[in-house]
């Protein structure tokens, strides 16, 4: 079993950023992130894997977010840039196997942080 502890969150002006942090028990093949906001269905939004570069993204959040990684701490992170009102959700670090833009794919799911972007 794979423990996610996520930080970071928060209120943010749009146009503003913040940056979530999710820790990991353990390291699995794939690291990422999900959001869902009220009333919506989770979707992806950024994924990397622990070996090599490789790195997906939402197209929503091109250009404006960035996922990275520390090894040595086993710890993801989410920098979130030039937010918008739109970006307001609950963001959810997931891990597994293999993580696809389905949510399905995740194994394990972290607690989930809120972000809330105001106009």
């Known amino acids: 079993q794979v423990q996610l502890v996520e930080s970071g969150g928060g209120l943010v002006q749009a146009g503003g950023s913040l940056r979530l942090s999710c820790a990991a028990s353990a390291r699995t093949y794939f690291m990422g992130w999900f959001r869902q906001a009220p009333g919506k269905e989770r979707e992806f939004v950024a994924a990397?894997?622990?070996?090599?570069?490789?790195?997906a993204y939402a197209d929503s959040v091109k250009g404006r977010f960035t996922i990275s990684r520390d090894s040595a701490k086993n710890t993801v992170y989410l920098q979130m840039n030039s937010l918008k009102p739109e970006d307001t959700a609950v963001y959810y670090c997931?891990?597994?196997?293999?993580?696809?833009?389905?949510?399905?794919?995740?194994?394990?799911w972290g607690q989930g942080a809120q972000v809330t972007v105001s106009s």
């Open positions: 990397l894997r622990w070996s090599g570069d490789s790195t």
């Open positions: 997931a891990a597994g196997t293999l993580l696809t833009y389905l949510p399905s794919s995740a194994r394990y």
